[in-house]
């Protein structure tokens, strides 16, 4: 058996945390095979920096 990782869930209306295996939470729909988007950068820049220097 794998390792048994945490997962909150919603089941009927009642949030609860159980332990599955990866295999066993992508069988139940826990777990996407697709990645989460990647945040936006709203990083700025100093603005008494002088850009391109």
Do not use: C, H, W
Not at 2 to 23: A, C, H, M, S
Request: aromatic letters at 4%.
């Amino acid at each position: 058996m794998g390792k048994l990782n945490p997962y909150d869930v919603e089941i009927n209306g009642v949030q609860t945390t159980i332990k599955l295996t990866e295999e066993q939470a992508k069988a139940r729909g826990f777990m996407s095979d697709k990645k989460a988007p990647a945040p936006a950068n709203k990083a700025r820049t100093a603005a008494n920096k002088a850009a391109g220097k």
